[in-house]
Nanobody, 115 residues
Framework: QVQLVESGGGLVQPGGSLRLSCVAS????????MGWYRQAPGKERDLVATINRYATTNYAGSVKGRFTISRDNTKNTVYLQMNSLKPEDTAVYYCNQLYGAINSWGKGTLVTVSS
């Protein structure tokens, strides 16, 4: 069973930056697709960004140009650098690992963008 542990969330003012980290257990990290999703209060969980085993990235339109996903296979870690944060980015951010049909989730980290 893969364990994913997110960190780096918190309270930030509009226009600020945060970097989220997600550390994965197990030996399949480097060959897995990794992603960040978010769920705002009262809304469904939505894709934020993904990065595959070849480091090809994909972003939701609402974060393109502001967020950057990256991975360090030597540390089994995926990152989400978030810049120019907006109040509408407030949500619980979840890390996701997809390996074949095995879909694993972390418990999430809360990001609050507010003045």
């Amino acid at each position: 069973q893969v364990q994913l542990v997110e960190s780096g969330g918190g309270l930030v003012q509009p226009g600020g930056s945060l970097r989220l980290s997600c550390v994965a257990s197990g030996s399949r990290f480097s060959i897995s697709n990794m992603g960040w999703y978010r769920q705002a209060p009262g809304k469904e969980r939505d894709l934020v960004a993904t990065i595959n085993r070849y480091a090809t990235t994909n972003y939701a339109g609402s974060v393109k140009g502001r967020f950057t996903i990256s991975r360090d296979n030597t540390k089994n870690t995926v990152y989400l650098q978030m810049n120019s944060l907006k109040p509408e980015d407030t949500a619980v951010y979840y890390c996701n690992q997809l390996y074949g049909a095995i879909n694993s989730w972390g418990k999430g980290t809360l990001v609050t963008v507010s003045s």
